[in-house]
């Protein structure tokens, strides 16, 4: 569990003792980017409740849904910044969400999960990588790579 300071109450900036970060393949095209990210991150927020903020309302009273508690960072790097990072993500047994080139090709969730199934791990074509977990832990995992532009 986070421990941070309510910005609120207390006017200090808010830290968080965790990352939510995507490592996106940098020769992707701008409208794959999006997609990628917006997929990985989808993973995160399904399985880590911890990760998800309270609900939004505006003035009027509109309720909103919540979203993420903390930014999320995206970076970018080669396959080969890919290939390390997943590992990396494997040994230290972070939450992840996995992106493959296949999944360009599919339509929807089973076939995505098929696809994945149907490849060994060392031989995943990732495309994109969303990983959580400590802020240390993650920095490692991202050796190698670049803040996305």
Excluded: C
């Excluded at 993973?43 to 903390?70: C, H, K, T």
């Excluded at 590992?87 to 696809?115: C, H, M, Y």
Aim: net charge neutral; hydrophobic share 40%; no cysteine.
């Amino acid at each position: 569990m986070n421990t941070h300071s309510d910005p609120h109450a207390s006017g200090e900036p808010v830290r968080f003792d965790t990352k939510i970060a995507v490592l996106l393949r940098e020769d992707l095209e701008p409208w794959q980017r999006l997609n990628v990210t917006a997929f990985l991150v989808s993973g995160l927020g399904g399985r880590l409740p911890e990760v998800i903020g309270e609900p939004y309302e505006d003035a009027d009273g509109v309720p909103y849904l919540p979203m993420f508690r903390q930014p999320v960072l995206v970076f970018q790097g080669a396959k080969e910044t890919l290939t390390a990072a997943h590992a990396k993500t494997l040994s230290r047994a972070l939450p992840r969400a996995v992106f493959t080139s296949d999944l360009f090709a599919t339509g929807n969730d089973r076939d995505n999960r098929a696809a994945v199934r149907a490849v060994p791990t060392a031989e995943l074509d990732l495309v994109g990588l969303a990983v959580y977990g400590p802020r240390n832990a993650v920095d490692k995992v991202l050796k190698g790579a670049r803040m996305h532009p």
